[in-house]
């Protein structure tokens, strides 16, 4: 069974960075279409960002500019670098493999526990 672990949340203040990691078992993440979800309090988990297998990135509006999503093809994971973080990215984080249909992205996988990150001064 394919495990995702996500990791690298914590409490940071507005305009901070984190890096959060997503180590994948049984599946391979450089064969794998990746994205990385975002679930804010009381709302439905939203797709961020996006690495296909070819490398391709593709991020939502609200992230566009300060996140990049990279992956380790030699240590299966991959990561989602947060930079000039603002409270409204206060949200449990999830990773998983992601197939296209049409526009839009659907997870493949079971998801993981997630990893919290909060902004806040």
């Known amino acids: 069974q394919v495990q995702l672990v996500e990791s690298g949340g914590g409490l940071v203040q507005p305009g901070g960075s984190l890096r959060l990691s997503c180590a994948a078992s049984?599946?391979?993440?450089?064969?794998?279409?990746m994205g990385w979800y975002q679930q804010a309090p009381g709302n439905q988990r939203e797709l961020v960002a996006t690495i296909t297998s070819g490398g391709s990135t593709n991020y939502a509006d609200s992230v566009k500019g300060r996140f990049t999503i990279s992956r380790d093809n030699a240590k299966n994971t991959v990561y989602l670098q947060m930079n000039s973080l603002k409270p409204e990215d206060t949200a449990v984080y999830y990773c998983?493999?992601?197939?296209?249909?049409?526009?839009?992205?659907?997870?493949?996988?079971?998801w993981g526990q997630g990893t919290q990150v909060t902004v806040s001064s």
């Open positions: 049984v599946t391979s993440v450089s064969i794998n279409n």
């Open positions: 998983n493999s992601v197939r296209s249909i049409g526009s839009t992205w659907l997870p493949l996988r079971s």
